[in-house]
């Protein structure tokens, strides 16, 4: 009779091994799916945005059309840094490369360890800086990449930042860029400059509306004054 009993319910025994088995394999491909949601450009955005939303200052990623749209505003040829504040997930980097920019004169400064992280391993052929804008050239000698600057790409939310931030970021820019060079800001203001402190020292060469991008945005293009 019990011969009999584990005769029936071995294939019971073996149903329960077999699905426990399947519930770790889920489990486990579960853990590395929410990872590799966690780790992909978009999850590492969200969860900066969560963690640190003014120093985000967007809702989402840049799209490749406005990123395009920043980099067709930087000369590729030349012998002086192309410099990038606020890369994020890296769409205007590979932008600025698409666009010709070497990778030895391209300077990415990216403050969020998170993103710096992100930035080295997609683009280890690029000198990625992790460091404050507001102290822009300390953080390019620091590295040993401070040279002439012959543009500066930026994403950073200006508008959301504390007025003096604002002030040293445009202040760095200033001293660093050569006279004629442009800085290159993008902005979801409808109108007007993403900050009143870009009209000393810069005069307005461009302003470009990227209505597919979400939310709409514009490329404003500012030329350091000589």
């Known amino acids: 009779m ?30 590395r799916l929410a990872d590799a949601i966690r780790a992909a450009p978009a999850g590492l955005f969200l969860r900066e945005l969560l963690e640190t ?18 980099a067709a505003q930087v000369d590729p040829r ?12 890296g769409v205007v980097t590979r932008a600025l490369l698409d666009r010709g920019v070497p ?23 690029v000198a990625v800086l992790r460091g404050d804008a507001a102290r822009l050239s300390d953080v390019l000698d620091e590295s040993a990449a401070g040279g002439p600057v ?14 003096d931030v604002v002030s040293a970021v ?8 050569r006279p004629g060079c442009p800085l290159v800001q993008f902005t979801y203001a409808p109108r007007g ?14 302003d470009l509306a990227v209505w597919t991008n979400l939310p709409p945005a514009r490329v404003v293009v500012l030329e350091r004054a000589g």
Request: glycine letters at 12%; a positive charge; charged letters at 25%.
């Open 2 to 31: 019990l011969k009999n009993a584990g005769a029936t319910l071995l294939p019971l025994i073996e149903g329960l091994r077999a699905a426990g088995a399947v519930g770790l394999r889920y489990a486990a491909d579960s853990r």
């Open 53 to 70: 939303p003014a120093g985000v200052g967007a809702v989402w990623p840049s799209s490749e059309r406005l990123a395009r749209g920043m």
């Open 78 to 89: 030349g012998d002086g840094l192309v410099v990038e504040l606020g890369a994020g997930t």
């Open 103 to 125: 990778a030895d004169r391209l300077r990415v400064v990216e403050r969020s360890p998170a993103f710096a992280r992100h930035l080295r391993q997609r683009f280890p052929e």
């Open 150 to 163: 012959d543009a500066i790409v930026s994403s950073l939310p200006l508008r959301s930042l504390e007025p």
């Open 170 to 177: 445009l202040g760095q820019c200033r001293a660093l860029l």
């Open 193 to 206: 400059l993403p900050d009143a402190g870009l009209s000393d020292g810069f005069v307005v060469r461009g």
